[in-house]
């Protein structure tokens, strides 16, 4: 079963950037679509990007397009989410997800463990 591990997490002050990761040890990335989710404290998550199998579509949520880019480096067997001018308000756990068909589903069917970001002065 496809199993996903979320890294790059941290404390990072108000406008202050973070990167990503999401890898699948194991399995080869290339073939999912992915998407990154947020769950704020007392929330429930939500979807934050999504890139489509093989990288030709990407979409973004309103509250962070401009700031955040998703990319993907299937050499690298690895997604990423580039995230800048940070704010308080993006701080919580950021989940990625796959799903084997080649554009962004609406319900993914294989989630990470998350990993915490923390946007603090």
């Known amino acids: 079963q496809l199993q996903l591990v979320e890294s790059g997490g941290g404390l990072v002050q108000p406008g202050g950037s973070l990167k990503l990761s999401c890898a699948a040890p194991?399995?080869?990335?290339?073939?999912?679509?992915i998407g990154w989710f947020h769950e704020a404290p007392g929330k429930e998550r939500e979807g934050v990007s999504c890139?489509?199998?093989?990288?030709?579509?990407?979409n973004y949520a309103d509250s962070v397009k401009g700031r955040f880019t998703i990319s993907r480096a299937d050499a690298e067997n690895t997604v990423y989410l580039q995230m800048n001018n940070l704010k308080p308000e993006d701080t919580g756990i950021y989940y990625c997800a796959a799903d084997p068909g080649g554009s962004c589903p609406l319900v993914f069917r294989s989630w990470g463990q998350g990993t915490q970001v923390t946007v603090s002065s």
């Open positions: 890139i489509s199998r093989g990288g030709d579509s990407t």
């Open positions: 194991g399995f080869t990335l290339e073939y999912y679509a």
